[in-house]
């Protein structure tokens, strides 16, 4: 096993022209320590993979890199008991991905207390279809329902409506009953996401307009923000008694300018999403309700690409330009 080789995107500093990333040979001995060694059938892109292969040193500190938040498949090799070759499995988070070598290469060794069994009824491909973004939006989901946030209390607000994220929250939300309103800054997307379940599009400089007022109609009874910035802001804002905000990124921007009136005046409440530390019990609870009852067919916004063909996608994701999901496949190259 431990002369295996095996290909890996990798992102490397180039001089000249800052970072850049190129298909290399690598061997298992390259994988960093660790319990268990998974063959990685598939993996998904999300904004921080482009992130870490474009440089960002906020997610990944040292180059040359293999990026991957996300990775599923089949465990090789393990010195922990609670794996045996040939458990299906997925991993995603922790540090996988971000300073240890991620899911765009098709072996990785990880910690064994990273790793989640695959829940009978989600295949391999299905949990990466789902990936880190499904994981996030159903997380959102999950605050909503557990702070009462019901169907009937009204609709709730979509950012970054046509990302990884904000796609898997629309189609979440129509099949657990609520309305959703989508926010894009697509504006040939539309139709799309009415398509997807959102019952109401928005321009998003509509929900920015306005955006110097301390508070503002109360429109959604929720919200699942990508954005952050003005747009979490205008969420906040906009939200009524007792709704609940779920923020979990900053596509837009890491800042928040708001008053303390939407909580004073109206209880908005502001939950804060993470995911790649996301306690392992709660990890369990997620994936199981996502390969159970809020279980979705997402291959009409999934699109599968090999590692030879991420270039584009990881630009396009950079440009704010991405659109439903990337499965990457492992099994070949190019
Ligand atoms: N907290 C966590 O654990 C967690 C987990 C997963 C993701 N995230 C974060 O959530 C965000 C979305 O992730 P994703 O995977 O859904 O990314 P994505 O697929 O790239 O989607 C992001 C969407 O946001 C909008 N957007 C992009 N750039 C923008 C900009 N500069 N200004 C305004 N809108 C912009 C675009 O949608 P429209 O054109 O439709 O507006 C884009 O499709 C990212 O910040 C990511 O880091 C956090």
Known sequence: MNDRNFYALVAYEDGNSGFRRRIERKSINDLPAGDVVIQVKYSSLNYKDALSASGNRGVTKHYPHTPGI???GCVVESTDPTWRVGDEVICTGYDLGMNTAGGFGQYIRVPGNWIVRRPAGLSLLESMRLGTAGFTAAQCLLHLEQNAVTPDKGPILVTGATGGVGTVALMLLQ?????ATAVTGKATEHDA???LGATAVMDRNELLADSERQLLPARWAGAVDTLGGKALAAAVKGTGFDGVVTCCGNASSGDLPLTVYPFILRGVHLVGVYSANCPMAK????????AGEWKLDLSAICRTVRLGALEDAIQAMLAGQSKGRRVVDLEEVT
Request: aromatic share 10%.
């Open 70 to 72: 996300d990775a599923a």
């Open 175 to 179: 099949k657990l009953g609520y309305k």
């Open 283 to 290: 990890r369990v609870q997620i994936w199981n309700k996502l």
């Open 193 to 195: 996401l009415l398509a």
